[in-house]
Structures are given as C-alpha cells and as structure tokens.
C-alpha cells in the first residue's frame, strides 16, 4: 500500500504543477458507476461442467485505482489431454490475477469510499459512485479493491462475497441439484492478491482528455469457474449448503471478472 500511497502522491504533484490548458495531467472528474451483468440470471456452464443457475451473487469493495501501464496479457497454458481435458478447460483464456508481467506505471485516478460499498448483481443497476479525481493521461487498467472487513448489511454479512444458487451436471452424469451458498471472507481471498487489490483488470484503453464516466462491469461466471460443486453437500433449495471453497475464493480475485471503461458527455 505504500507503493499506492507515493503513486497517488505522484498523482497529486502532477495535477497540481499541470496547466489547465494542457490535454496531459489535466485535473479532471471521474464520474462512476456499476452496471449490471446481463448474464448473471442465465444458466451458466463452468469449467468442471456443471450448470449453475445464481439466485444471488455480491461482491463488495472500498474503492478503484486507474493506472496508465497496460493489463496483463500472460495467460496460462492448456494442460495435455493426458492429464485432463476437464480441467483444461478451466485455463484457456483466463487473465489470472498475478501473472508476474504486470506494472501498474503511473496513477492517474481514483475512487476511495468511506465505506465497503456491497454490489449486488441482482439489484438494481446502475450502481452510481461517488465522483472520483484524476488528471487526464491514457487509461489503460485498474485496481479493484475489496476491504477487509464485510459491509455488515443483510446481504454479505462479514462477508466479502458470495454466490447462492443450484448446480447440476452439464452432461447430465448426475440429476440431483447441488444447492449451494458460497461465500468468501478476507482471509480466503487473500491467498491470492495482496492488500485486497485485484490488480491489472482490463480498463479499455483511451485517451482521457477530460472529465468523464468510467463503468465498471462483473462478470459473475469468472467467480465460479474453478468451483468443483462436487465437494459441496446437496443441501435443499429452502437450506442451500454454505461452504468456504477455495475454488470460489480464488475466482473472485480473477481480473477478467471486472472490466472498466471510459466514456465521455
């Protein structure tokens, strides 16, 4: 976080020293808002082969980062056949988190809440932000960040996400549905990013020349992707079966389950 600090730091000096006039470290403000996954009341098939079918799915967060250097373009590679073409499919075209390849390079914008802000992908959409701060600069990636504690509301709890709904084989080997309620604090996302910053997520490029809006849409099916509902009791649609896995953990922290993007009035 001290890197963040001296960058937003740099940030502040470039804007300050800017002239006005100039389409390069402009001060500007970053209109914000969420919008909804279109996709999230729709089955979707995951990389296991299960069908899932959400009826609940939030994520919550204190705040984004926009930064100049490009995301991260490192992709893992398709196991052989040999070792399983189920989950070889869990690796193909999926933007990890911390592919080592990523530089952050210049901060050129920011939203900070005063508090865990819940996104809940069933309600309704947009979602407005407060007004961000920035300079004007080319956009090029961005940092989600999910605070440490839970929002404490009736949805999310302690809780940093989750996702409720059922699941069932998409080649139809099992019939009996998987009710389930995945959550995730923390501690579990953790083992995968550092300070809860999704780092490197796409911010489609532009050349910000003035105050604008910057969207940011979740893709819900990243977070489920490398869930196995196998390892998770049946339970019953009125009871689903809440569990901890790290599949899940480990799918919040996707960066290509959060894009942003830059539009101007």
Not at 58 to 77: K, L, Q, R
Not at 116 to 135: Q, R, S, V, Y
Not at 144 to 161: E, K, R, Y
Request: proline share 6%; glycine share 10%.
């Amino acid at each position: 976080m001290s890197r963040l600090l001296s960058l937003l730091a740099g940030l502040v000096l470039v804007a300050c020293s800017s002239d006005d006039n100039r389409t390069t470290g402009k001060r500007i403000v970053l209109h914000g808002s969420i919008t909804g996954d279109p996709t999230v009341r729709s089955t979707l098939t995951t990389g296991f082969g299960w069908d899932v079918t959400l009826t609940k799915a939030a994520i919550t967060t204190n705040g984004f980062y926009y930064f100049d250097g490009p995301p991260p373009t490192a992709m893992h590679e398709r196991p052989k056949k040999s070792a399983g073409e189920r989950f070889a499919s869990l690796f193909l075209g999926t933007a990890w988190a911390h592919p080592g390849h990523y530089e952050a390079g210049t901060a050129l914008g920011q939203v900070v809440l005063a508090a865990p802000l819940t996104i809940d992908l069933f309600g309704a959409a947009p979602i407005p932000l407060p007004d961000g701060e920035g300079i004007t600069g080319t956009y090029r990636s961005a940092r989600f960040v999910i605070p440490q504690n839970g929002p404490g509301d009736a949805l999310l709890g302690t809780h940093v996400a989750l996702a409720e709904g059922k699941a069932v084989k998409h080649d139809g080997s099992t019939t009996t549905p998987i009710f389930f309620r995945l959550v995730a604090d923390y501690a579990d996302v953790s083992a995968s990013i550092q300070n809860g910053a999704v780092d490197g997520c796409v911010l489609d490029e532009t050349n910000v020349t003035d105050s604008g809006s910057i969207t940011l849409a979740i893709t819900a099916k990243v977070w489920l992707n490398l869930v196995d509902f196998e390892k998770i009791a049946p339970g019953a649609e009125a009871a689903p079966t809440e569990a901890k896995d790290p599949g899940f953990s480990q799918g919040v922290t996707q960066l290509s389950a959060y894009r942003f993007k830059y539009t101007q009035p």
